[in-house]
């Protein structure tokens, strides 16, 4: 079934490699207008409060000051979205969030006022002479606390903002027939995502009155919520998305864009506001902190007899993308095991901590540090090899999980752990007495593609020029994965051409058509099967008129490096040129304009979910090899590898690079990150107290990429961009229990936590 | 308001010689942005994340946490000066050929550091190399393509 390809599945460096290298890439904060002004934001320094008091008069008052606005000066303050296919059971249905503070704090950090100024440094003196008074009302900064009825209440009348279920045959049942059974509690970190380009954008009205906004934009549709917030029409406001410096899920939800929007609306000149990097930790979301409850059982053989499971995210101070979230959480709680009893609850609640939402990996990722970890602790209580014990349960093509998903993929995991665990080759030595090398392994399946009740589209347009290039339009951000260069490989593939014959115009919300987010592991398979779609749809054209042409049917027409040719008789050929000359003198324009559909379903009507949801999911495993000092407590990671069934690499450079970069980021979530808030007072807003990996903390990872050719997306290629952070961070934390005989729960695995873990095994012992 | 003070400044940037009056508290960062240097990128202000690497005389620094007067007569470089599109540097290359960068936000940086380590020291380990770009923090790619492009180079694999 395999096939060659010209383009695909090859290592494709070049174009956008060479601007990023020469250091010509104009990022969000590189641009600027004659005029401009530079904006900040003034955030509460509380994490509940009544704002009692707020006198922005001084600060208007300094020279130089453009502009100050409060909630009283934004036309809609209440930016409000549906959250689609949440159950009308629980608490609130709509994400509200308020753009300025109007009278309530929820959370430190939250935005109360925007400054525009003629030069940063005035914008910066301006928000020193902003007044503010407080009162304070009582915070919950627990979950399990918010959930009580006497918790103070954030929103409404619940703290409690979802509840999904997941219900498959009898679990007493299950557990009773189960021969062993684990029961554990297990707590996962609030990461942020530290991209290394902090949010940032320039915005200005043009000379037709539209509010264009060039930022940093993993969602380009968010021109909608601008709309919204203004009070204008959609088609007033544009936006340019440039190309972004890493996002990972933080430049998803709203940051800049309104804020930029309102204050050049207000002053009518250009703006530009970057967040500083320690805004970036206090003013824009993380990821969801869980607290998860696992009860697992099964036979003597390894077979997995039942899944009890209690679910509880933090939510933050607003909902955002919470219920959705949770939605992934439940869905993939099971891990990719064929169980035959579940029970699983979940819950997101909300605290006054700093919002949480998306991060790469969507509240699935947090899930295989529980089920990955029951699975080791049930294989070693059997006295079975892990992977053996897994083997037994894994899901296979064409079962049906406990959410009424039927797996139509490939499901390689066995390969993909084998695979991972053999490609650390053989076991190193501790360095010294007192420290011991151990490795392990973490097997995950992670979704592609967004909510199938969602209804997603992507469209994009491509046109063939004169000489025989091609321009494609696509509306794809490009989170700096390559999604545009993928397009361009698609394009170029199906219309015969190299790489630098292919032009892509991507990401604005008024010149390209709208191709949805770069975000939900979705852009290659939606995006990239409309650019499919597309140049299909052009290739035809050519095939036609070449066929007649060249007297040979329309089918037997191959394009290749610029000639149109018939594959039965190769001699039989024509410069693609003159082909295209000829459509264009015939009217048929070499053109089209394709709509990619998603699988569509209904909305979820019940808080049990029993219908699918995802279009596909994506398998795959990582090992760790990690030395553990047991004096202090301290990991260091010494090998590492990573393995994936992929579907199809379109570019084997980028998907290598996902890979890496999610193992890595993975391997952060397992070892250091934690963003620390004190009843809702963040202490590590900067990259010198919340730590990311560095090269020293990294290993030299090995990559193994299987192809099965069974995904959705184009050529058969799967999404890996999530998938990729799912078994990082189980596998290190398995890798350090087969070093130390204590298996550690609470992640991060930092030194302190390693350490007392230690001794309350020496202690027990 | 009280009025700042402004000293003379007079440095080269990539070969071109760039003087201003500037206020004393004005970072190289800000400075050489303001200037039109934008490839010099902002990551953090604080020296944490090496994204504003630059080479002073030589030597690779963080150009957020240097005042701009302390380059005062120094020579600067910045990714600019290593080549063109016609002419990749050899390091631009291998970071190209291996795919060392994703979204490329630190590649500048990341470059500058791989240049002062290679000027200095040009056969470095794996460790060696990894130890050179430690305070630059890549939060794509997971290290390990720019690390096998830094010994591609070093092993003379673009001379």
């Known amino acids: 079934m395999s096939k060659d390809y010209a383009i695909v599945g090859k290592r494709l460096a070049g174009l956008d490699e060479k601007d990023k290298v020469l250091g010509n890439v104009i990022f ?34 300094l020279p130089g000051v453009a502009c100050v606005l409060t909630a009283a000066d934004v036309p809609y303050n209440e930016s409000v979205k549906n959250v689609v296919g949440q159950t009308t059971e629980v608490g609130l249905l709509e994400a509200k969030h308020q753009v300025l503070v109007r009278e309530r704090v929820r959370y430190w950090g ?28 009582p915070g919950v900064f627990d979950p399990l606390e918010a959930m009580k009825p006497s918790a103070p209440k954030i929103h409404g009348n619940n703290n409690v903002i979802a509840s999904w279920k997941l219900r498959k045959g009898d679990v007493e049942k299950g557990f009773a027939e189960a021969e062993v059974i684990v029961e554990h509690e297990y707590r996962t970190p609030r990461q942020e995502h530290a991209p290394i380009e902090p949010e940032s954008g320039v915005a ?25 917030v203004l009070g204008l029409p959609e088609s007033r406001v544009r936006v340019i998305g440039t190309l972004i410096g890493g996002g990972f899920g933080g430049k998803e939800d709203v940051t800049v864009e309104v804020f930029l929007a309102l204050l050049a609306w207000k002053t009518g000149r250009p703006v530009k506001l970057t967040y500083t990097r320690e805004e970036m930790g206090y003013g824009r979301h993380k990821r969801h902190p869980y607290i998860l409850r696992y009860k697992t059982g099964a036979r003597k053989d390894g077979t997995l007899v039942a899944l009890e499971a209690e679910v509880i995210s933090d939510a933050g101070a607003y909902v955002y993308l919470s219920p959705w979230v949770l939605i992934y959480s439940t869905v ?66 064409g079962d049906v999980t406990a959410s009424h998903e039927e797996i139509t993929s490939q499901v390689r995991l066995e390969e993909c752990a084998r695979a991972a665990m053999e490609a650390l080759g053989e076991k190193s030595r501790p360095a010294s007495s007192r420290k011991k090398v151990g490795r392990g392994f973490a097997c995950c399946w992670q979704s592609y593609g967004r909510m199938t009740f969602l209804h997603d589209t992507s469209s994009c347009w491509v046109n063939l020029e004169m000489d025989g290039s091609a321009v494609v339009r696509t509306g794809i951000p490009d989170l700096g994965g390559g999604q545009r260069e993928s397009i361009r490989a698609v394009a170029a593939e199906v219309l015969g051409l190299k790489l630098d014959e292919v032009h892509v115009i991507s990401t604005d919300s ?5 191709s949805g987010t770069v975000t939900a592991t979705r852009a290659l398979y939606m995006s990239g099967n409309a650019a499919r779609l597309a140049a299909e749809s052009v290739r035809r054209i050519i095939a036609e008129q070449a066929a007649e042409m060249l007297g040979a049917p329309p089918e037997a027409i191959e394009l290749r490096d610029k000639t149109a040719f018939s594959a039965k008789d190769p001699g039989r050929k024509l410069p693609l040129t003159e082909v295209i ?15 990619f559909k998603a699988p569509f379903t209904e909305a979820i009507t019940s808080d049990i979910i029993q219908a699918p949801i995802f279009p596909d999911f994506t398998f795959g495993a990582q090992a760790a090899e990690v030395e553990v000092d047991t004096e202090t407590g301290e990991v260091k990671v010494l090998k590492w590898a990573t393995a994936y069934d992929v579907g199809k690499a379109v570019n084997l450079n980028r998907v290598e690079g996902q890979m890496e970069g999610g193992a890595a980021q993975g391997l952060g979530f397992g070892l250091m990150e934690d963003y620390l808030e004190q009843d809702g ?57 087969n070093a130390i005989g204590v298996r550690i729960r609470h992640l991060p695995a930092t030194p302190e936590r390693v350490f007392f873990a230690l001794q309350g095994k020496e202690g027990k012992g | 308001m009280v009025k700042t003070e402004l000293y003379p400044l007079a440095l080269t940037v990539n070969g071109r010689p760039v003087s201003a009056r500037i206020a004393a508290e004005t970072t190289l960062l800000d400075f050489l942005r303001d200037q039109g240097f934008i490839e010099v990128k902002r990551g953090c202000d604080k020296g944490d994340c090496g994204a504003c690497t630059v080479i002073m005389d030589g030597k690779a620094i963080l150009s957020c946490i240097t005042l701009a007067l302390q380059a005062e007569g120094s020579r600067i470089l910045t990714v ?72 591609a180079v070093a092993k003379g694999a673009y001379r």
């Open chain 1, 28 to 61: 969000a904060d590189d641009f600027t207008m004659p005029g401009l002004l530079h904006a900040r934001v003034f955030r509460a320094t509380k994490a509940s409060a009544r704002l009692k008091r707020l006198d922005v008069g001084k600060a208007r008052a």
């Open chain 1, 110 to 137: 939250e935005p109360i006022a925007l400054v525009a100024a003629e030069s940063p440094s005035v914008a910066r003196d301006a928000l020193r002479l902003i007044e503010v008074e407080y009162e304070d009302l």
């Open chain 1, 204 to 228: 200005w009205i043009d000379d037709m009155g539209v509010v264009n906004i060039r930022y940093a934009a993993q969602v380009i549709e968010h021109y909608r919520d601008v709309a919204t």
């Open chain 1, 332 to 397: 993939h709680s099971t891990g990719p095991y064929l169980i035959p009893n579940v029970k699983v609850d979940a819950y997101s609640v909300l605290t006054n901590n700093i919002y949480t939402s998306a991060f790469r990996g969507f509240g699935g990722m947090q899930m295989a540090v529980a089920y990955e970890a029951q699975m080791d602790e049930l294989a070693a209580r059997l006295g079975m090899d892990p992977l053996a014990m897994r083997r037994k349960n894994f899901l296979k093509t």
């Open chain 1, 510 to 514: 008024q010149v390209t058509p709208l």
């Open chain 1, 581 to 595: 000359k000829r459509c264009l003198f015939r009217g048929t324009v070499p053109q089209s304009l394709n709509t």
């Open chain 1, 681 to 737: 007072l963040p202490l590590t807003w900067n990259l010198h107290d919340y730590l990311i990996p560095t090269s020293r903390d990294v290993p030299d990872i090995k990559c193994i990429v299987l192809e099965s050719e069974s995904g959705k997306g184009p050529f058969g290629a799967k999404g890996i961009a999530e998938p990729a952070i799912g078994a990082a961070g189980p596998a290190v934390v398995s890798a350090i229990s």
């Open chain 2, 80 to 151: 600019k000066s290593l080549g063109s599109w016609e002419r990749l540097h050899p390091l631009q290359q291998a970071f190209v050929d291996y795919e060392a960068l994703q979204c490329g936000f630190c590649t500048p940086g990341m470059l500058l550091a791989a240049k002062a380590l290679l000027d200095h020291n040009p056969h470095p380990t794996r460790e060696e190399i990894r130890e050179a770009i430690s305070g630059n923090l890549c939060r794509c790619t997971g290290y390990q393509k720019i690390v096998d492009a830094v010994e």
